[in-house]
């Protein structure tokens, strides 16, 4: 077969393993996990997803080598503990089967033990320890490891590592990056001790090397093992990519994978973990240097979901693999699609951080663009109806679109109704903002699923009770969506004003000073674009707060936009607008005009309660879904859109 990825689809050698393509799962933790540490079914299923999708290896994240001094993390290996070794089996045999390569994450937090996750051993008086006593920023006390403790946190690695290979992973990442213990050895932002574990470089990559001949004692010199570096730390306080190369030169010997990622566990979150605002594959040029310096083989991480670009990052030596987290979230069979040339299924990740927040909020996992992320144990497959019924979707957005592939898929014959000229709904208006390019594919993606299910899509549709009448379908989904709140001002109504929804039909329109009315995640975001376009920008906002509607992990990085590129105004009421701008009060009641010459409006949205009233009881199922239940999220509309499928 010939490849349209020819250089991704190559399989690779480390060690004695072969990996049968370029494309690797990051290590993403589990959910399930149990008070005694062990893998529960839940993340079982989670991993095994990536492997039958088609990832050569497959990483289950974070094994906690030494829960006396780190109580962070909540899975580890003990043959003491019963079903621990049974259930690391179990996970490696579920990734195997599917022709991937289980691998398995060694770490230890160092000073930052309970900050991560929580601690299932309910460790009150853990005593966090680290290469130097220091003050962590939330004032935690930090105390310094001794030379037992070194010694002893090095043979962990290793006993561990050989209880890996035991259950049955052929493939180890010892974690040396992202600010955990490893890595605060290296830095010399943490290691300021003045014996042989620290001063000089080599002393500050002694403990590295010590768990690394560890881990290589225990499992014997074919087996493969791989070191994530930060290839920089990104704060002045860190090492820098000079530095970093340095570093991986001492560590090279003693592995066979040299995984380089970015950033430390103190402010570098959206380099990390790259957010929307940033471009694809951002650290990519750190493995790309490193590996001129090195001669093991490299692997870069870092927002890739796009295959050509992955393909040109191998095919010109940049690295030798590439690592997914997210983007095997959004769709853990993008490695079979790349493999089978159909890449224009993909469905892209949006690093719109609805997985990691949710993880941080509830403790679960899910995913705006697939319903089945956090419940990978249902199966991947939609059962078939034993009866095959007509149904209609009203409304052409995202979980209008999602429920009729779903439905579709079980067997239904399915009528899609929009009553615009294009599908995507609430999705079309984000095609202007160029950081936001994902979110506006997706309706394409989805549209394009649904065709070739045989969906009938009608267009230029207004779906009435006479429609559905005459129709009689035996069920309808309502995904009718959400209009926007136009508020009774003064002016509003004006030419100056645009809708953000309408925003881009009317960009050409938009002057080079700007005043955007409404600070929640719609009206955030535009002026972010407005600011990077270069306009002269001012956001108003009546409460004191900004993009509460933003989740936990995307609104810090979208508050440090707003600092870089907007005027903001929180505690404003807009009165009225003018030629001039928009006059608001303040908190204290005075008057003051806002200038700008153009108006966007940003003040919410309504659910299409007309719809929902004049559709209810028009069908034997009749179900609402997405923003025209209440104004929410593209994630809640996908979710709902495909439980609503899976109901008829």
């Given at each position: 077969m010939?490849?349209?990825?020819?250089?991704?689809?190559?399989?690779?050698?480390?060690?004695?393993?072969?990996?049968?393509?370029?494309?690797?799962?990051?290590?993403?933790?589990?959910?399930?996990?149990?008070?005694?540490?062990?893998?529960?079914?839940?993340s079982?299923?989670?991993?095994?997803?990536?492997?039958?999708?088609?990832?050569?290896?497959?990483?289950?994240?974070?094994?906690?080598?030494?829960?006396?001094?780190?109580?962070?993390?909540?899975?580890?290996?003990?043959?003491?503990?019963?079903?621990?070794?049974?259930?690391?089996?179990?996970?490696?045999?579920?990734?195997?089967?599917?022709?991937?390569?289980?691998?398995?994450?060694?770490?230890?937090?160092?000073?930052?033990?309970?900050?991560y996750?929580?601690?299932?051993?309910?460790?009150?008086?853990l005593?966090?320890?680290?290469?130097?006593?220091?003050?962590?920023?939330?004032?935690?006390?930090?105390?310094?490891?001794?030379?037992?403790?070194?010694?002893?946190?090095?043979?962990?690695?290793?006993?561990?590592?050989?209880?890996?290979k035991?259950?049955?992973?052929?493939?180890?990442?010892?974690?040396?990056?992202?600010?955990w213990?490893?890595?605060?050895?290296?830095?010399?932002?943490?290691?300021?001790?003045?014996?042989?574990?620290?001063?000089?470089?080599?002393?500050?990559?002694?403990?590295?090397?010590e768990?690394?001949?560890?881990?290589?004692?225990?499992?014997?010199?074919?087996?493969?093992?791989?070191f994530?570096?930060?290839?920089?730390e990104?704060?002045?306080?860190?090492?820098?990519?000079?530095?970093?190369?340095?570093i991986?030169?001492?560590?090279?010997?003693?592995?066979?994978?040299?995984?380089?990622?970015?950033?430390?566990?103190?402010?570098?979150?959206?380099?990390?973990?790259?957010?929307?605002?940033?471009?694809?594959?951002?650290?990519v040029?750190?493995?790309?240097?490193?590996?001129?310096?090195?001669?093991?083989?490299?692997?870069?991480?870092?927002?890739?979901?796009?295959?050509?670009?992955?393909?040109?990052?191998?095919a010109?030596?940049?690295?030798?693999?590439v690592?997914?987290?997210?983007a095997?979230?959004?769709?853990?069979?993008?490695?079979?699609?790349?493999?089978?040339?159909?890449?224009?299924?993909?469905?892209?990740?949006?690093?719109?951080f609805?997985?990691?927040?949710?993880?941080?909020s509830?403790?679960?996992?899910?995913?705006?663009?697939?319903?089945?992320?956090?419940?990978?144990?249902?199966?991947?497959?939609?059962?078939?109806?034993?009866?095959?019924?007509?149904?209609?979707?009203?409304?052409?957005?995202?979980?209008?679109?999602?429920?009729?592939?779903?439905?579709?898929?079980?067997?239904?014959?399915?009528v899609?109704?929009?009553?615009?000229?294009?599908?995507?709904?609430?999705?079309?208006?984000?095609?202007?903002?160029?950081f936001?390019?994902?979110?506006?594919?997706?309706?394409?993606?989805?549209?394009?699923?649904?065709?070739?299910?045989?969906?009938?899509?009608?267009?230029?549709?207004?779906?009435?009770?006479?429609?559905?009448?005459?129709?009689?379908?035996?069920?309808?989904?309502?995904?009718?969506g959400?209009?926007?709140?136009?508020?009774?001002?003064?002016?509003?109504?004006?030419?100056?004003?645009?809708?953000?929804?309408?925003?881009?039909?009317?960009?050409?329109?938009?002057?080079?000073?700007?005043?955007?009315?409404?600070?929640?995640l719609?009206?955030?975001?535009?002026?972010?674009?407005?600011?990077?376009?270069?306009?002269?920008?001012?956001?108003?906002?009546?409460?004191n707060?900004?993009?509460?509607?933003?989740?936990?992990?995307?609104?810090?990085?979208?508050?440090?936009e707003?600092?870089?590129h907007?005027?903001?105004?929180?505690?404003?009421?807009?009165?009225?607008?003018?030629?001039?701008?928009?006059?608001?009060?303040?908190?204290?009641?005075?008057?003051?005009?806002?200038?700008?010459?153009?108006?966007?409006?940003?003040?919410?949205?309504?659910?299409r309660?007309?719809?929902?009233?004049?559709?209810?009881?028009?069908?034997?199922?009749?179900r609402?879904?997405?923003?025209?239940?209440?104004v929410?999220?593209?994630?809640?509309?996908?979710?709902?859109?495909?439980?609503a499928?899976?109901?008829?």
């Amino acid at each position: 077969m010939k490849y349209k990825y020819p250089n991704l689809c190559k399989p690779i050698t480390l060690g004695r393993t072969v990996f049968r393509n370029r494309m690797f799962s990051a290590p993403m933790g589990g959910t399930d996990i149990s008070e005694d540490g062990c893998i529960g079914p839940k993340s079982a299923a989670f991993y095994e997803l990536r492997a039958k999708g088609g990832a050569a290896a497959v990483t289950v994240s974070e094994l906690m080598v030494h829960p006396e001094t780190d109580g962070s993390h909540a899975y580890h290996l003990d043959e003491s503990i019963l079903n621990s070794l049974a259930c690391a089996t179990y996970t490696a045999d579920a990734i195997r089967r599917h022709g991937a390569i289980p691998s398995i994450e060694l770490s230890h937090s160092g000073m930052y033990s309970g900050t991560y996750m929580t601690d299932k051993k309910k460790q009150k008086g853990l005593t966090q320890w680290g290469p130097s006593a220091c003050t962590r920023p939330d004032g935690v006390q930090v105390g310094e490891l001794t030379h037992e403790m070194i010694q002893e946190i090095v043979l962990a690695y290793g006993h561990v590592a050989g209880l890996a290979k035991r259950a049955g992973f052929e493939l180890l990442m010892i974690h040396g990056g992202h600010g955990w213990l490893i890595n605060q050895f290296l830095s010399p932002m943490f290691n300021n001790r003045d014996d042989e574990y620290g001063g000089s470089l080599e002393g500050r990559c002694r403990f590295a090397i010590e768990v690394l001949k560890s881990v290589r004692e225990a499992v014997g010199p074919f087996f493969p093992i791989e070191f994530r570096l930060s290839g920089s730390e990104f704060v002045k306080e860190g090492y820098d990519l000079q530095e970093g190369i340095r570093i991986a030169q001492q560590i090279e010997p003693y592995i066979d994978l040299l995984h380089v990622t970015a950033g430390t566990y103190q402010r570098t979150f959206g380099i990390t973990h790259p957010s929307m605002f940033t471009e694809h594959g951002r650290n990519v040029h750190l493995a790309a240097e490193i590996k001129k310096h090195v001669s093991v083989p490299v692997a870069t991480i870092g927002g890739l979901n796009d295959p050509a670009q992955m393909e040109e990052i191998i095919a010109s030596g940049k690295a030798d693999v590439v690592y997914m987290a997210r983007a095997l979230l959004a769709d853990p069979f993008l490695p079979n699609k790349v493999m089978a040339n159909q890449d224009e299924d993909i469905v892209h990740c949006l690093r719109c951080f609805t997985c990691m927040a949710e993880r941080a909020s509830t403790a679960t996992r899910r995913c705006t663009v697939n319903p089945l992320i956090g419940r990978e144990c249902e199966g991947d497959e939609v059962a078939p109806s034993s009866v095959k019924k007509t149904v209609l979707v009203v409304g052409g957005g995202p979980g209008g679109l999602y429920s009729a592939w779903t439905a579709a898929r079980r067997g239904h014959r399915v009528v899609l109704c929009e009553q615009e000229a294009e599908l995507g709904g609430i999705l079309k208006s984000e095609q202007a903002l160029p950081f936001k390019q994902e979110m506006y594919k997706l309706a394409n993606t989805y549209a394009g699923f649904c065709r070739n299910a045989g969906v009938e899509i009608r267009l230029n549709t207004r779906v009435t009770r006479a429609y559905v009448d005459d129709m009689a379908p035996d069920a309808v989904i309502i995904a009718a969506g959400s209009a926007p709140l136009v508020p009774p001002i003064p002016g509003l109504d004006g030419e100056q004003v645009v809708l953000v929804n309408d925003y881009y039909k009317k960009k050409d329109t938009v002057g080079d000073e700007v005043v955007v009315l409404g600070g929640g995640l719609a009206g955030s975001e535009c002026a972010i674009h407005l600011g990077l376009e270069g306009k002269h920008v001012h956001l108003v906002e009546m409460r004191n707060d900004l993009a509460p509607d933003a989740n936990v992990r995307h609104r810090p990085l979208l508050l440090k936009e707003l600092e870089k590129h907007v005027n903001v105004h929180t505690g404003h009421k807009a009165l009225r607008v003018t030629a001039e701008g928009v006059v608001c009060e303040t908190h204290d009641g005075q008057e003051i005009l806002i200038p700008g010459k153009s108006v966007i409006c940003a003040l919410g949205q309504r659910s299409r309660t007309e719809v929902v009233e004049e559709l209810s009881g028009s069908a034997p199922f009749v179900r609402v879904i997405g923003d025209a239940a209440r104004v929410s999220t593209i994630t809640n509309a996908v979710y709902w859109g495909y439980h609503a499928a899976l109901d008829i």
